[in-house]
């Protein structure tokens, strides 16, 4: 809440894993997983971006965690569902 990231971890494993999401501008309002594979993930926020991610196949560009895909709203997203 209050973030422009997202924090992901792990709670099945032992050394429960985390990795940070940071490519939203404002903050994140929701986020929802995929129904059909458990590494998709999208977010949706204030700067007006729904981003899909892949877990598993996470890069980063100067600090910035990048999205799979993308779309850009002219407003603020309140809510995602898949």
């Known amino acids: 809440m209050n973030r422009s990231s997202v924090q ?5 494993s032992t050394d ?3 990795r940070e999401l940071k490519s ?4 994140v309002n929701a986020m ?3 129904p059909h594979t458990a ?3 999208c977010t949706v926020g204030e700067d007006g971006f729904a981003y ?3 877990l598993l196949s996470l890069e980063e560009k ?3 965690t990048q ?3 993308q779309y850009h709203a002219s407003e603020p997203i309140k809510n995602v569902c898949w």
């Open 39 to 41: 590494s998709h993930l």
């Open 52 to 54: 899909i991610w892949d």
């Open 8 to 12: 992901i971890i792990n709670i099945s």
């Open 16 to 18: 429960k894993m985390k």
């Open 62 to 64: 100067n600090g910035i």
């Open 32 to 34: 929802a997983w995929a």
């Open 67 to 69: 999205p799979y895909l």
């Open 24 to 27: 939203h501008c404002a903050d």
